[in-house]
C-alpha cells in the first residue's frame, strides 16, 4: 500500500476539489478523513494532520465532528515515551448504510454493507429474463425485510441505493434466449425514477460493469493499484478503467466497454470478446450437447460442468482476453489487469493463470504489459459496486465513477447528519 501522505495527495486530487467556501471546505476535508480512515484502518488526529496538511486544531474540530455523527469510532488511547497519548479513530461499521442492486440478464442481486463494506444482507432472485415488474417487486419487498431488519434507527441513516444494469437491455433478448417483445417494455421503464419513487433515499443508476470496476476500486484492489483495466466474466463480459485512483466512465457512461473489443477467433476471423469470453458461450455449448446450464446462474461458487468444455471454454476466453489486454495497454499504460466475474474462485483462478500463458505467446514489443491479477471482490461485485456509488458520492473523496442521481433526489447538506426519512 501507498505511504498515508502519498495516498492523501492522490485522494485531495480527485473529483471533489475543496470547496471556495467554508461549507465546501468543510465537506472536502470530512471526506478526506473518512477516505484516509477507509484506506488505512484507525489514524490518530496526528497522523491526520501530517497526511493532509491540515492543522492539528482543522483535524481534531474534523473528528469531533464525524465522532458526533456517529461515523467514527473512537479507540483505546496508545501511550509514547512522551506527550499526551494518542487516540485512533476507526470507522463506526453502523454509521451508515448502503443498498446496491445487481439487474442482470439472468437474475438480480440486493445487497445491503455496513459503512465498512461488509455485506450485512443479500437477496437473490434468478429468472429466463428480466420484466420490470418482476424487479420493482423484488426490489420493494427486499428494501423492506431490509429496512424492517434493520430498525428504524439505522434504517434513518441508510444513504442510498446503486443500481448496476447493463445499458439498453432490451437489445439482449436473442443472446438471453427471450421473445423478441419480451424485453421491449425496459425501452419506456425509467427502473431508477420507479425505484426512488419507492424509497425515501438518493438511487444511483450505473452501467453493470463499470459499477463492478467501482467495487474493486473501493472494496478491493484499489489500494494497490492506481491505474488498471478491469475485465468482468458475466453472463456477458464487460469492463471498466480505472486512472489516478478513479474509475473513468467516459463520455456516454461506457468507457471500458471491453466486450466490444475485436479479438481474433478460432477461425482467425476478427469478433468481439464478448462473443467467446462470455460465460453465455458456455451455456450455449452446454445446452447443445444437451447437459444442464442452470447451476451457471444458480450456483456460482460451485460449478458441476463437464470438465472438458469448461477447459476448452477457459483456453478460447483467456486466449481473447490476452488480445484485450494487449490492445488496452497500447492506449493506456496500465499497472495492472484485474479480472472477476460470475466465476466460482477456482475457476476464475485457472482462466488467470491462462490469461498469463496467453499474453507471453503475444507479440508486445514496445509495451509494457500489465500485471494479471484475480480481483479481490468476487462474484457479487456488481451489487456491491451499486452500493459503492452512494458511499463514494457521500463519503469518499474521488468517485466510484459518474452516476446518475434519481430526478428530485437530494443529498444530505454537506457535513450534516444522516437522519433520512423512516
Same mark, same amino acid.
Given at each position: 500500500?501507498?505511504?498515508?501522505?502519498?495516498?492523501?495527495?492522490?485522494?485531495?486530487? #480527485?473529483?471533489?476539489?475543496?470547496?471556495?467556501?467554508?461549507?465546501?471546505?468543510?465537506?472536502?476535508? /470530512?471526506?478526506?478523513?473518512?477516505?484516509?480512515?477507509? /484506506?488505512? *484502518?484507525?489514524?490518530?488526529?496526528?497522523?491526520?494532520?501530517?497526511?493532509?496538511?491540515?492543522?492539528?486544531?482543522?483535524?481534531? %474540530?474534523?473528528?469531533? /465532528?464525524?465522532?458526533?455523527?456517529?461515523?467514527?469510532? +473512537?479507540?483505546?488511547?496508545?501511550?509514547?515515551?512522551?506527550?499526551?497519548?494518542?487516540?485512533? @479513530?476507526?470507522?463506526?461499521?453502523?454509521?451508515?448504510?448502503?443498498?446496491?442492486?445487481?439487474?442482470?440478464?439472468?437474475?438480480?442481486?440486493?445487497?445491503?454493507?455496513?459503512?465498512?463494506? &461488509?455485506?450485512?444482507?443479500?437477496?437473490?432472485?434468478? $429468472?429466463? $429474463?428480466?420484466?420490470?415488474?418482476?424487479?420493482?417487486?423484488?426490489?420493494?419487498?427486499?428494501?423492506?425485510?431490509? +429496512?424492517?431488519?434493520?430498525?428504524?434507527?439505522?434504517?434513518?441513516?441508510?444513504?442510498?441505493?446503486?443500481?448496476?444494469?447493463?445499458?439498453?437491455?432490451?437489445?439482449?433478448?436473442?443472446?438471453?434466449?427471450?421473445?423478441?417483445?419480451?424485453?421491449?417494455?425496459?425501452?419506456? %421503464?425509467?427502473?431508477?425514477?420507479?425505484?426512488? !419513487?419507492?424509497?425515501? =433515499?438518493?438511487? $444511483?443508476?450505473?452501467?453493470?460493469? &463499470?459499477?463492478?470496476? *467501482?467495487?474493486?476500486?473501493?472494496?478491493?484492489?484499489? #489500494?494497490?493499484?492506481?491505474?488498471?483495466?478491469?475485465? $468482468?466474466?458475466?453472463?456477458?463480459?464487460?469492463?471498466?478503467?480505472?486512472?489516478?485512483?478513479?474509475? =473513468?466512465?467516459?463520455?456516454?457512461?461506457?468507457?471500458? !466497454?471491453?466486450?466490444? @473489443?475485436?479479438?481474433?477467433?478460432?477461425?482467425?476471423?476478427?469478433?468481439?470478446?464478448?462473443?467467446?469470453?462470455?460465460?453465455?458461450?458456455?451455456?450455449?455449448?452446454?445446452?447443445?450437447?444437451?447437459?444442464?446450464?442452470?447451476?451457471?446462474?444458480?450456483?456460482?461458487?460451485?460449478?458441476?460442468?463437464?470438465?472438458?468444455?469448461?477447459?476448452?471454454?477457459?483456453? /478460447?476466453?483467456?486466449?481473447?482476453?490476452?488480445?484485450?489486454?494487449?490492445?488496452?495497454?497500447? %492506449?493506456?499504460?496500465?499497472?495492472?489487469?484485474?479480472?472477476?466475474?460470475?466465476?466460482?474462485?477456482?475457476?476464475?483462478?485457472?482462466?488467470?493463470?491462462?490469461?498469463?500463458?496467453?499474453?507471453?505467446?503475444?507479440? &508486445?514489443? #514496445?509495451?509494457?504489459?500489465?500485471?494479471? +491479477?484475480?480481483?479481490?471482490?468476487?462474484?457479487?461485485?456488481?451489487?456491491?459496486?451499486?452500493?459503492?456509488?452512494?458511499?463514494?458520492?457521500?463519503?469518499?473523496?474521488?468517485?466510484?465513477?459518474? !452516476?446518475?442521481?434519481?430526478?428530485?433526489?437530494?443529498?444530505?447538506?454537506?457535513?450534516?447528519?444522516?437522519? @433520512?426519512?423512516?
Amino acid at each position: 500500500m501507498e505511504p498515508l501522505s502519498t495516498r492523501a495527495d492522490a485522494l485531495a486530487a #480527485g473529483r471533489h476539489e475543496r470547496g471556495t467556501n467554508q461549507s465546501g471546505m468543510r465537506d472536502h476535508n /470530512q471526506r478526506l478523513v473518512l477516505s484516509l480512515v477507509r /484506506q488505512h *484502518g484507525a489514524l490518530a488526529k496526528s497522523d491526520i494532520a501530517r497526511a493532509t496538511g491540515l492543522s492539528a486544531q482543522t483535524v481534531s %474540530v474534523i473528528m469531533r /465532528q464525524l465522532e458526533g455523527e456517529g461515523l467514527l469510532l +473512537r479507540g483505546e488511547p496508545v501511550r509514547g515515551k512522551v506527550g499526551q497519548p494518542s487516540i485512533p @479513530m476507526s470507522l463506526n461499521p453502523e454509521g451508515a448504510w448502503f443498498l446496491g442492486l445487481k439487474l442482470g440478464r439472468r437474475s438480480a442481486d440486493l445487497v445491503l454493507i455496513d459503512l465498512v463494506g &461488509t455485506v450485512r444482507s443479500m437477496r437473490s432472485l434468478s $429468472y429466463l $429474463y428480466p420484466s420490470p415488474s418482476a424487479v420493482l417487486d423484488f426490489v420493494s419487498e427486499g428494501i423492506g425485510a431490509m +429496512r424492517a431488519d434493520l430498525g428504524a434507527a439505522h434504517s434513518a441513516r441508510i444513504g442510498g441505493l446503486g443500481v448496476a444494469m447493463p445499458f439498453e437491455l432490451w437489445n439482449w433478448a436473442d443472446a438471453v434466449g427471450a421473445p423478441r417483445d419480451a424485453l421491449d417494455e425496459w425501452r419506456i %421503464v425509467d427502473i431508477r425514477a420507479e425505484i426512488a !419513487a419507492r424509497v425515501p =433515499f438518493p438511487v $444511483y443508476l450505473q452501467n453493470d460493469a &463499470t459499477a463492478a470496476c *467501482g467495487a474493486e476500486l473501493v472494496f478491493g484492489l484499489g #489500494g494497490e493499484f492506481r491505474d488498471f483495466v478491469y475485465i $468482468y466474466v458475466g453472463a456477458f463480459v464487460g469492463g471498466g478503467i480505472v486512472l489516478n485512483g478513479r474509475v =473513468f466512465s467516459g463520455r456516454t457512461g461506457n468507457a471500458g !466497454a471491453l466486450g466490444s @473489443m475485436p479479438v481474433p477467433g478460432a477461425d482467425g476471423r476478427v469478433i468481439q470478446l464478448i462473443d467467446v469470453a462470455s460465460i453465455a458461450v458456455l451455456e450455449r455449448r452446454l445446452k447443445a450437447r444437451g447437459l444442464d446450464a442452470g447451476f451457471l446462474w444458480t450456483s456460482p461458487s460451485d460449478w458441476s460442468v463437464d470438465p472438458d468444455e469448461l477447459s476448452r471454454w477457459i483456453g /478460447q476466453a483467456a486466449r481473447a482476453i490476452a488480445h484485450a489486454i494487449v490492445s488496452a495497454s497500447a %492506449v493506456i499504460d496500465f499497472e495492472a489487469a484485474i479480472i472477476d466475474g460470475w466465476l466460482p474462485p477456482a475457476v476464475r483462478g485457472r482462466l488467470v493463470e491462462a490469461i498469463v500463458e496467453a499474453l507471453d505467446t503475444l507479440d &508486445t514489443e #514496445g509495451l509494457a504489459p500489465p500485471v494479471v +491479477r484475480a480481483g479481490a471482490v468476487g462474484i457479487h461485485a456488481r451489487a456491491l459496486g451499486g452500493a459503492s456509488l452512494p458511499l463514494s458520492e457521500r463519503f469518499l473523496v474521488g468517485s466510484a465513477g459518474s !452516476a446518475m442521481p434519481a430526478e428530485g433526489a437530494a443529498l444530505p447538506e454537506p457535513g450534516s447528519k444522516i437522519v @433520512m426519512a423512516r
